[in-house]
């Protein structure tokens, strides 16, 4: 038995994604797009909570004062 024969019935990760993923190009091209777009998605919001936490206290929000005007009495 031959090495190509024994592993045809098995099929490893990457060849499922193959079979799965980049057989088709719309499909593959699909999974780039969506995964660029979550991925952007991802970082975007791990970057903003990483600026929001060493910014506390900092920012225009948590500054009580600005934006209220004194009454005129």
Do not use: C
Not at 8 to 32: A, C, D, H, K, W
Not at 52 to 60: A, F, I, P, S, T
């Amino acid at each position: 038995m031959d090495y190509a024969s024994k592993r045809r019935g098995q099929g490893g990760l990457f060849e499922g994604l193959y079979r799965v993923i980049m057989r088709r190009n719309s499909v593959y091209v699909t999974f780039v797009i969506a995964g660029a777009f979550l991925g952007e998605r991802a970082v975007d919001y791990g970057v903003h909570r990483l600026w929001e936490y060493n910014n506390v206290g900092k920012r225009y929000e948590d500054i009580p004062v600005l934006g209220q005007r004194q009454s005129e009495e």
